[in-house]
C-alpha cells in the first residue's frame, strides 16, 4: 500500500513538523468513535489486521517522493525533508482492541504511540481500514442475529465502493458472523469459506431451463444450487424435483420469498428431496429477514448483498483520529479538544468490560475499583509485531462468544438502547486540569 494514500494534509504537516524540529517529540493519538449510528446497539472492531499490514510497510518509494517534490505546496520545502522522507519507517507502537470486540461510542479501538511525523502520516489510512470494516461487521453481526441459526453468506462485491472494498467486506463480513462470501479473493486471501450459484444469464444462455439445470448439476454434482426465479419459480421446481439429487439445492432471488418457498419447500418434499435447501436473496437486510422468518418462510440460509456490503442504513462511522498526548524530552504534555460539539479526553486510555458496563480510564490508571477485563492490548512495540495474529476463524469466534455476551437488549434490532460507559474521576480530573491549563488569562 502506497504511503501517498493519505490526505495532502497529513503531509504539509509532516514537512511543519520537521521544519519546526519536532521528529523527535512522540505522539500518542486515539481511534475512536464518536456516536453509535441510530440503528446501532454496539460496533464490532474490525480493520486491525490491514492496519498492521499497512503500518510494517509503511515507506515512501522514489517516485513517490519526486511527485511530492513537484506539488506547488512543497515549492519552498527544503530537500532534506525528503530525504527524511525516503528514510522514513514505523518505529512506534500499535495498541488496539482484538477484532471481533464489541464496541462503545468514545472507546479507544486502536492507540498509536510513535514519532510524530509517523504518527500523523498514518492517520487516514487507520481510519478508513477500521471504520470501514467496523461498519461492515457490525451490519452482519446483525443479519446474522437476525437469521436465528441460519446461514448468512456476503453476496455484495458487485455493489462494493471499490474492489479493495468489495474484498475486504468479505472478511468483515465473516468476522460478523456470516458463513463465507462470493467474493473468491476474500477466500483466497483470508481462507473465507466461498460461495457461488449461477446467474440468470446461466439459464438464458440454454436453448431450455432444463439443459441448464443438468449442464449445471454435472458440472457441480452436490453443489449445485439452481437458480429458479428466471421464468416460473413453481414450474422450476418441479423441473428440479424431476431432475432429482445430487444438488445442495434451489435458490430464490425474487417474488413473495413467503409464499413461494413454502411451495418450493412441499415440491421437494414431496420428491423426496428433503435434505435439499432453500437460498434466498433478493435485496435483503436484517429487518427483512426477520421478517421473513416471522412470517413462516422455508428458507435456510439467506445471501445478503448491498445492504451488508455498504453498510447501507449506517454507511460510515464518525471515526476520529485524535492527539491525546505528546511526550518532549521526557516529559507528557496532555491534549485534548474542549469544542462544544467535538470534545476529546485526553490521555492514553483502557478500557475495562464488565458484564453489564465499561470503564474507561486512563492507561496506566492503577485504581482497585476496576476489575474488569482490559480489553486495549499491545500489537505492536517499536514497529514489531507482539504476537501472531489469530485466524478470521478464531477471530469469528470470539466475536460470536463476546456479542452472546452482551446484555439482551442490546440484541433488539429494532430499539436504540444505551450501554452504561463510565469515565473514571481521574480521566475527569486530567481533562479538567488540561481544560485549565488552556483557558486564556483574562485581567
Not at 157 to 166: I, K, L
Not at 189 to 205: E, K, N, Q
Not at 392 to 411: D, E, S, T
Request: hydrophobic letters at 45%.
Amino acid at each position: 500500500m502506497s504511503a501517498l494514500n493519505t490526505d495532502l494534509y497529513q503531509l504539509t504537516m509532516a514537512a511543519g513538523y520537521w521544519l519546526a524540529g519536532k521528529t523527535k517529540e512522540i505522539a500518542t493519538f486515539e481511534l475512536s468513535v464518536r456516536r453509535l449510528p441510530e440503528t446501532r446497539n454496539f460496533l464490532l472492531a474490525a480493520g486491525l489486521q490491514q492496519a498492521i499490514e499497512y503500518l510494517r510497510d509503511l515507506h515512501f518509494e522514489a517516485e513517490e517522493i519526486q511527485y511530492l517534490r513537484t506539488l506547488p505546496q512543497f515549492k519552498s520545502t527544503p530537500r532534506e525533508f525528503f530525504e527524511f522522507l525516503s528514510r522514513l519507517r514505523f518505529t512506534g507502537s500499535l495498541f488496539a482492541v482484538p477484532e471481533g470486540t464489541p464496541i462503545f461510542a468514545h472507546e479507544p479501538i486502536a492507540m498509536v504511540r510513535a514519532p510524530i511525523v509517523e504518527a500523523q502520516l498514518v492517520e487516514t489510512y487507520l481510519l478508513s481500514t477500521f471504520a470501514f470494516q467496523t461498519a461492515v461487521a457490525s451490519k452482519a453481526a446483525r443479519c446474522v442475529s437476525a437469521a436465528n441459526g441460519r446461514a448468512i453468506v456476503e453476496f455484495g462485491s458487485r455493489r462494493a465502493h471499490s474492489p479493495h472494498a468489495g474484498v475486504l467486506s468479505g472478511r468483515a463480513a465473516f468476522i460478523g458472523g456470516c458463513s463465507g462470501t462470493s467474493n473468491t479473493e476474500s477466500g483466497m486471501r483470508f481462507g473465507i469459506p466461498v460461495f457461488g450459484t449461477a446467474a440468470h444469464s446461466w439459464t438464458m444462455a440454454f436453448a431450455s431451463e432444463e439443459e441448464s439445470f443438468r449442464t449445471l448439476q454435472r458440472l457441480l454434482g452436490e453443489s449445485t444450487v439452481f437458480l429458479i426465479d428466471t421464468y416460473d419459480t413453481v414450474e422450476a421446481a418441479e423441473l428440479v424435483a424431476r431432475i432429482g439429487p445430487p444438488m445442495w439445492g434451489v435458490r430464490l432471488d425474487s417474488g413473495d420469498l413467503i409464499a413461494l418457498s413454502r411451495d418450493v419447500r412441499r415440491i421437494l418434499d414431496d420428491a423426496g428431496l428433503h435434505s435439499a435447501k432453500i437460498f434466498a436473496s433478493n435485496d435483503l437486510n436484517e429487518h427483512r429477514i426477520a421478517a421473513l422468518l416471522q412470517g413462516g418462510a422455508a428458507i435456510d440460509a439467506f445471501g445478503v448483498g448491498t445492504e451488508l456490503t455498504t453498510s447501507a442504513d449506517a454507511p460510515s462511522l464518525s471515526a476520529v483520529y485524535k492527539l491525546v498526548e505528546l511526550e518532549c524530552s521526557g516529559v507528557c504534555q496532555y491534549t485534548a479538544k474542549f469544542s462544544a460539539e467535538k470534545p476529546t479526553l485526553p490521555g492514553a486510555k483502557q478500557i475495562y468490560r464488565y458484564p453489564t458496563r465499561d470503564a474507561v480510564t486512563l492507561y496506566g490508571e492503577c485504581n482497585p475499583d476496576y476489575k474488569g477485563e482490559p480489553l486495549v492490548r499491545p500489537v505492536m512495540i517499536a514497529g514489531e509485531l507482539v504476537e501472531e495474529l489469530p485466524s478470521v476463524f478464531a477471530i469469528q469466534a470470539r466475536a460470536r462468544n463476546l456479542i452472546a455476551a452482551l446484555p439482551a437488549p442490546l440484541h433488539d434490532l429494532e430499539r436504540q438502547v444505551a450501554y452504561p460507559v463510565e469515565i473514571s474521576p481521574r480521566l475527569f480530573e486530567l481533562a479538567e486540569g488540561v481544560r485549565h491549563h488552556l483557558q486564556p488569562v483574562r485581567s
